[in-house]
């Protein structure tokens, strides 16, 4: 045989090498006999860190998707035309992009109302096709009822479907199908990942149906996990409950040390009410007093171990203006209809000496009092 021929045929017997760890399955296609036919359609370390996940979140099926947004997208495309999709108001500037975009081309009413009031529960329609909503929410933390939410809606509509992004809860301290959701989705990009080093999502369902279509919607419209951050999100898995509990604890700690500062007015943290959610780290909001909102560039500048951007879940300290950020996609209107000002600041804990954070903030706040005066 021609030695190119031999090369293009070389491969080791690893049938009997019974790794530790699952090796990357860096192959687009797999031999006619294989489960997993052509990586758009499935691989192992895909379906290896969907099955870890669904553990997590305590659901029947997941299925893992190139990115968040990709998990949102496929939530979406359970909706026909007409007919509403109830949004909660406060709530991720893409994702609120996304649904206005989708609804447009659907011809589909969106409504978005404040559902942390329990009244406007009551103003959810009669043709509502899907309600989806974070809890707590991104920006202000709020709390949303699922249970309410999904039995006031199916009395109405007993096919409506429920989505909770379920990102900023994470799966160790929240599971929405529990509390009567369809539908609980990832950013995996975030939490899952932890090191700001991965795309990802999740979309996980008790409903077998549902289960389908999203494995036909990857499949067709090309949105898999890509092998090599399957395996990356799976190593980071291992250490998730551990950062987790060490996130809530520092988060818990900032919490009470921000409210002391003379220079921030208020502080959100969500309700941890034990039943529905059980816990929460990474990430607080403050408002800035006032009349420093106009340093906020000077604030993130001083700080040195705050890294600027939409980092979050991470293992340093990240800094962020939702305004000019994470909602940056908002018209005016937009921003001021969901009461998002200029002096709102997101933190995220990293796991530097929590010592150290707080000097870093007290001295940035001291730099900026100087410019002031
Ligand atoms: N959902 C929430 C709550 C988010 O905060 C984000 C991103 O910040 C997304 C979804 C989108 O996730 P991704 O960036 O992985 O597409």
Redo the contacts with the bound molecule.
């Keep these: 045989m021609d030695k190119i021929s031999k090369l293009l045929h070389s491969r080791i017997d690893d049938s009997e090498a019974y790794p530790v760890v699952t090796p990357i399955y860096q192959s687009s296609a797999f031999q006619s006999n294989s489960p997993f036919f052509y990586t758009r359609k499935n691989n192992p370390n895909v379906a290896e860190i969907e099955n870890a996940v669904a553990i997590l979140e305590e659901a029947k099926y997941c299925v893992g998707t190139s990115?968040?947004?990709?998990?949102?997208a496929m939530a979406l495309e359970q909706m026909g035309p007409g007919g509403t999709l109830v949004v909660n108001k406060d709530?991720?500037g893409?994702?609120l992009k996304t649904f206005q975009k989708f609804t447009d081309k659907l011809g589909i009413q969106l409504l978005a109302l404040d559902l942390s009031i329990a009244e406007n529960i009551l103003l959810i329609p009669a043709d509502t096709q899907m309600v989806i909503f974070?809890t707590p929410t991104?920006p202000f933390l709020k709390h949303l009822d699922i249970k309410k939410i999904s039995v006031h809606t199916k009395k109405l509509n007993p096919n409506a479907l429920i989505v909770v992004?379920n990102?900023?809860a994470t799966p160790l301290f929240q599971q929405p199908l529990k509390w009567g959701a369809d539908i609980t989705?990832?950013?995996?990009?975030?939490y899952f990942s932890g090191h700001s080093d991965v795309?990802?999502?999740f979309i996980l369902t008790d409903n077998e149906k549902l289960h389908k279509d999203f494995c036909d919607h990857r499949f067709f419209f090309g949105a898999i996990l890509e092998p090599f951050s399957a395996w990356l999100l799976k190593r980071s898995l291992q250490t998730f409950a551990l950062r987790m509990r060490e996130h809530q604890r520092v988060t818990l700690e900032m919490k009470t040390f921000l409210e002391s500062l003379p220079q921030i007015k208020k502080v959100y943290y969500p309700l941890i009410d034990g039943k529905q959610l059980t816990g929460y780290g990474t990430l607080l909001f403050f408002d800035m007093r006032e009349d420093l909102i106009q340093h906020y560039p000077e604030f993130a500048k001083a700080l040195k171990l705050f890294d600027t951007g939409?980092g979050?879940a991470c293992v340093t300290c990240m800094i962020a203006q939702p305004y000019s950020g994470?909602h940056s996609s908002l018209s005016e209107n937009e921003k001021l209809d969901m009461g998002l000002g200029k002096g709102l600041v997101r933190l995220n804990f990293g796991f530097e000496d929590i010592e150290d954070i707080k000097t870093d903030i007290k001295n940035a706040f001291s730099i900026i009092e100087k410019i002031q005066k």
Aim: aromatic letters at 8%; proline letters at 0%.
């Design positions: 990115t968040g947004m990709s998990a949102i709530v991720y893409c994702s974070e991104n992004d990102t900023w989705l990832h950013s995996g990009t975030k795309m990802a999502g939409t979050m994470s």
